[in-house]
């Protein structure tokens, strides 16, 4: 028991998804930052010394749309599944409350945590 929420294991088997999930939003998030961000002209370079991976992210660079993709699936993947296991575990913690309370704070805290540091912060550190 946490405080006065009862938790069992189901909701903390949830919360390790969650949390999993944020991983690859946050990781998506910052893999698109990167990308987008880099010196074409140091790849360049590097890339004509015969350096393998400034060549890989030379190709994903110069056609962006082939990770874009990718990153913009994963990302949704993710943000959509923490966002429902957020609200199970809402319903299991506030059984109290009535089913719009469970639903309003289950999208405020999910939406700040991914905001916050899924998408804010690796912005700020990949820049």
């Known amino acids: 028991m946490i405080g006065t929420f009862p938790v069992d294991s189901s909701v903390a088997v949830r919360i390790a998804v969650i949390a999993v999930c944020l991983l690859f939003s946050a990781t998506t998030s910052a893999a698109e930052t990167s990308l987008t961000g880099v010196r074409r ?3 360049q370079h590097l890339a004509e010394e015969g350096n393998r991976p400034a060549e890989i992210v030379l190709a994903l660079v110069r056609s962006p ?9 994963i990302n949704s993947v993710a943000v959509v599944a923490a966002s429902s296991l957020a ?5 299991k913690l506030l059984t109290n409350q009535p089913a ?11 939406s700040l945590i ?10 700020v550190d990949h820049r």
Do not use: G, K
């Open 100 to 110: 719009w309370i469970h639903d309003l704070v289950s999208v405020v805290v999910m």
């Open 87 to 91: 609200t199970s575990v809402t319903d």
């Open 41 to 43: 002209s140091r790849l």
């Open 65 to 73: 749309q082939h990770f874009l993709i990718t990153i913009l699936v």
């Open 114 to 123: 991914i905001l916050i540091f899924a998408e804010v912060e690796d912005a």
